[in-house]
Nanobody, 129 residues
Framework: QVQLVESGGGLVQAGGSLRLSCVVSGRAFSLYAMGWFRQAPGKEREFVAGISRTGGSTSYDDSVKGRFTISRDNAKNTLYLQMINLKPEDTAVYYC??????????????????????WGQGTQVTVSS
């Protein structure tokens, strides 16, 4: 069974920074493409950023490009999301997600919730104005 545990959320003022982490256990982390999603109250879960198995490919939603950076450390089984210049509209519960990927698709990044098999419990990010 694969388990994902997020951490690093909190309350920050607009313009501030946070770094989210997601530790994955249960199977070889390097077999998974990973993603970050977020869900604000009353809204659907939305894609934030994704990264391929090896980390060589990334993708971002337009709303976070230039402010958020996704990365992974396969030796530590950990996914990161560095967030700078945070805005009140970034307030949401942030979830990490994992999906196993065959070798032939090792460069692929997945951007929709339905493409992911495993999810963390989420971590709250609140940005005050």
């Amino acid at each position: 069974q694969v388990q994902l545990v997020e951490s690093g959320g909190g309350l920050v003022q607009a313009g501030g920074s946070l770094r989210l982490s997601c530790v994955v256990s249960g199977r070889a982390f390097s077999l998974y493409a990973m993603g970050w999603f977020r869900q604000a109250p009353g809204k659907e879960r939305e894609f934030v950023a994704g990264i391929s198995r090896t980390g060589g490919s990334t993708s971002y939603d337009d709303s976070v490009k230039g402010r958020f950076t996704i990365s992974r450390d396969n030796a530590k089984n950990t996914l990161y999301l560095q967030m700078i210049n945070l805005k009140p509209e970034d307030t949401a519960v942030y979830y990490c997600a994992a999906t196993p990927v065959r070798d032939i698709l090792h460069r692929r990044v997945f951007t929709t919730p339905g493409e992911y098999n495993y999810w963390g419990q989420g971590t709250q990010v609140t940005v005050s104005s």
